[in-house]
């Protein structure tokens, strides 16, 4: 992997990450993988911290997207918890 492909793998897992593409991530990563596991891998440190900064900057958006998922999730249980409390206080009235 030469130096501009090694700038246009992390180019394209920063976009990637920054459109929550994680399939496309996902096939990245294949590559990315073959490449450093291969006998001949000529990345030098400089190239591995590059992608590793790429990889860390995918992380922080896979993150964000989990923690507004927890929180919606949080959110629709809330709401369910109302709804039942709703529920039976309305049966208990009527009672």
Same mark, same amino acid.
């Given at each position: 992997?030469? +130096? #501009?492909? *090694? &700038? ?5 897992? =920063? ?5 929550? !593409? ?9 590559? *990315?993988?073959?490449?450093?596991? &291969? #006998? ?9 911290? &590059?992608?590793?900064?790429?990889? +860390? ?6 993150? =964000?997207?989990? !923690? ?28």
């Amino acid at each position: 992997m030469t +130096r #501009p492909e *090694v &700038a246009r793998c992390c180019q394209a897992i =920063a976009d990637a990450g920054a459109r929550r !593409d994680w399939a496309a991530l996902a096939a990245l990563d294949l590559r *990315v993988r073959a490449r450093l596991e &291969a #006998p001949d891998c000529d990345l030098d440190g400089e190239e591995k911290s &590059a992608l590793a900064a790429a990889y +860390r900057g995918a992380l922080a958006s896979s993150r =964000a997207e989990l !923690d507004a998922l927890q929180n919606r999730l949080a959110g629709m249980g809330r709401h369910r918890e109302g709804q039942l409390a709703y529920a039976q206080f309305s049966e208990w009235e009527q009672a």
